[in-house]
Antibody, heavy 122, light 109 residues
Framework: QVHLVQSGAEVKKPGASVEVSCKAS????????IHWVRQAPGQRLEWLGC????????KISQDFQGRVKLSRDTSAKTVSMELSSLRSEDSALYYC???????????????WGQGTLVTVSS | EIVMTQSPDILSLSPGDRATLSCRAS??????VAWYQKKPGQAPRLLIF???TRATGIPGRFSGSGSGTDFILTITSLQIEDFAIYYC???????????FGPGTKVDIK
């Protein structure tokens, strides 16, 4: 069975950083790009960026440049997303999602993690 | 940034009805549109990519059409499990990458 399993909910103070992990199973980890998408309450889905699971190259949305860092551990089949300088508007459900195309990403997502709730509050 | 809009905001229908959901891009995205279904407490589920290609395991009652700036998701004969929110997404070019529409909620009349 193909799965993406994310780490648990986080509560952080403004200005802090948060790291969310995403563990893949059931498919060849290295040949698919992993994306990160979030949804704040009442808002539309928002793409943060993606990482090539093979070589670690990442692309970050201009809206999150300088605040999002993506990494991967190929031996653990895990991708992580770190969001820094947190503010209340970053409170959202964060998803990892697998790209639908092997090797060269197509930027549509055929498998999603269960979501990780990040709450930013003083 | 390419802005995606969807209409209507809410579609109230009965089981067995046909649902027609619209999505419009602020500039041409050729056929680079995907559709997702989202239910409360669940992750989004891919329905359609490439504007009209059904994803693996998606029932034939779901179909997508359109190109350029205007796209349609059609659900023929709504089933109880189809009542959900539907999002369109464009993935045309980089930058800026990927953007989503605000969603259309299909609820039971």
């Amino acid at each position: 069975q193909v799965h993406l399993v994310q780490s648990g909910a986080e509560v952080k103070k403004p200005g802090a950083s948060v790291e969310v992990s995403c563990k893949a199973s059931g498919y060849t980890f290295s040949i698919y790009t992993i994306h990160w998408v979030r949804q704040a309450p009442g808002q539309r889905l928002e793409w943060l960026g993606c990482i090539n699971a093979d070589n670690g190259d990442s692309k970050i949305s201009q809206d999150f440049q300088g605040r999002v860092k993506l990494s991967r551990d190929t031996s653990a089949k895990t991708v992580s997303m770190e969001l820094s300088s947190l503010r209340s508007e970053d409170s959202a459900l964060y998803y990892c999602a697998k790209d639908g195309a092997a090797v060269y990403p197509a930027y549509w997502f055929d498998l999603w993690g269960q979501g990780t709730l990040v709450t930013v509050s003083s | 940034e390419i802005v995606m809009t969807q209409s209507p905001d809410i579609l109230s229908l009965s089981p067995g009805d046909r649902a027609t959901l619209s999505c419009r891009a602020s500039q041409s995205v050729t056929s680079n549109v995907a559709w997702y279904q989202k239910k409360p407490g669940q992750a989004p589920r891919l329905l359609i990519f490439g504007a009209s290609t059904r994803a693996t395991g998606i029932p034939g009652r779901f179909s997508g059409s359109g190109s350029g700036t205007d796209f349609i998701l059609t659900i023929t004969s709504l089933q109880i499990e189809d009542f959900a929110i539907y999002y369109c997404q464009q993935y045309h070019n980089w930058p800026p990458g990927v953007t989503f529409g605000p969603g259309t909620k299909v609820d039971i009349k």
